[in-house]
């Protein structure tokens, strides 16, 4: 009898104990505080304005780039000041804008006084007749006898009888500064006219049927033919696989070590990446990023 109490007092103390551990590490888990998760920092908009100054020609890459931009960061307003790209060169050069536009390479003497151009597209430079000139193809040598008044009847090249009119940029133009580079008329050529912008070369070819001039790719329009060079068309397939002889490039210039604003600094890097390509495209240049 005294040996059955005793068993039993053991049991029940037993089960005491378990059940006052059991109790402590519930106790101990609902006392536990959560852990903490680090907040990261909310990065704030970008706002204020990005001015680019310089090349008409780039006009269509530069508007499809800022429209996108700004739609991205509503904050931010992209400027564009069509002013030629020496223009644009110097600006950026003197701190006028953020970021100079040229539709040419830097020169030697651009690059020692401290600027940086990095090429965001190329882009083709079509030579343009009037729809109604039968003249299909021309040579790189002919289209330099043609501007440097070696050639001045369109008979001379298969064509109807009728004086050849030379239109072109002016001078600082880089759409004219890679024109005569390619073809060898640097400071040869005979203008009839010489204009200020892309688009209005485009319109005086387009109302004189004995005009011939240049253009950009990106700024080409019907009202004009272009016509092939050396047997090739110039077209974004043309221009990057380097078949299409008369090319240049579409330049971001910046001065070496200044620092962008913020908001200058994010257009820089989305034109000059691989996002942009597209819109790069649709406007008529060929990406190269």
Known sequence: ????FALLLTLTLAASLLAGCGSSEKETESTQEPAQTEQQPETAPLSGSVSTNGSTSMEKVIGALSEQFMADNSGVKVTYDATGSGTGIEAAKNGTCDIGLSSRALKDEEA???LVGTTVALDGIAVIVNPANGVEDLTVEQIAQIFSGEITDWSQLGGQSGTISCIGREAGSGTRDGFESITGTTDACKLDQELTSTGAVIEAVAGNPNAIGYASLSALKDTVKAVTVGGVTCSE?????????????FVL?????????????????????????DLIRAAGAVPVA
């Open 112 to 114: 020692a006084a401290g």
């Open 1 to 4: 009898m005294k040996k059955g």
């Open 237 to 249: 397939e043309t221009v990057l696989d380097g078949s299409y002889e008369i090319q240049r490039p």
């Open 253 to 277: 210039v910046t001065r070496d070590g200044a620092a962008l604003s913020a908001q200058a600094q994010a257009f820089f890097d989305f034109a000059t990446s691989a996002a942009a390509g």
